[in-house]
């Protein structure tokens, strides 16, 4: 199952990795470090729900809904979801700020660890400017 979660989790990655960010950098002054943090809980409640048309309906970017539709959502992440156990709490939140090397474009990334029953995970979610979800990763 740890094989599983992890080609998952890789999968997301590279997900991630799609808006071709470079490195971190300080967090723009177009961000807010709490809204940024509050939105960043808001999808994860909602993966931890499994409601995961709101999410792409709500929070997905564009590009992010051609690479990752709710369908894709349910199969890829549900699993991970279900492996992890129950929602506990929320622990450590941090942000960054992050840059696409070939557009200049800024992005807000909120760091969200995790306590399920199972075991701790954490969030690496992109926020572009119209704090749409423009990259998502679980560890």
Same mark, same amino acid.
């Given at each position: 199952?740890?094989?599983?979660?992890?080609?998952?989790?890789?999968?997301?990655?590279?997900?991630?990795?799609?808006?071709?960010?470079?490195?971190?950098?300080?967090?723009?002054?177009?961000?807010?470090? &709490? /809204? !940024?943090?509050?939105?960043?809980?808001?999808?994860? $409640?909602? #993966?931890?729900?499994?409601?995961? *048309?709101?999410?792409?309906?709500?929070?997905?970017?564009?590009?992010?809904?051609?690479?990752?539709?709710?369908?894709?959502?349910?199969?890829?992440?549900?699993?991970?979801? &279900? /492996? !992890?156990?129950?929602?506990?709490?929320?622990?450590? $939140?941090? #942000?960054?700020?992050?840059?696409? *090397?070939?557009?200049?474009?800024?992005?807000?990334?909120?760091?969200?660890?995790?306590?399920?029953?199972?075991?701790?995970?954490?969030?690496?979610?992109?926020?572009?400017? &119209?704090?749409?979800?423009?990259?998502?990763?679980?560890?």
């Amino acid at each position: 199952m740890k094989k599983k979660f992890r080609a998952i989790a890789a999968f997301v990655l590279c997900l991630a990795c799609l808006s071709g960010c470079k490195g971190t950098d300080k967090l723009s002054d177009e961000y807010d470090a &709490d /809204e !940024l943090k509050e939105a960043a809980k808001e999808v994860i $409640e909602l #993966v931890n729900a499994k409601d995961y *048309k709101t999410l792409t309906d709500t929070w997905w970017s564009a590009q992010m809904n051609a690479v990752i539709p709710a369908e894709k959502m349910a199969s890829d992440i549900g699993p991970v979801i &279900d /492996e !992890l156990g129950a929602f506990v709490s929320f622990d450590k $939140e941090a #942000v960054t700020g992050s840059t696409d *090397k070939d557009t200049d474009q800024e992005f807000g990334v909120a760091i969200v660890k995790v306590k399920y029953e199972n075991r701790s995970a954490q969030y690496t979610i992109s926020f572009n400017k &119209d704090m749409q979800v423009a990259g998502f990763y679980i560890k």
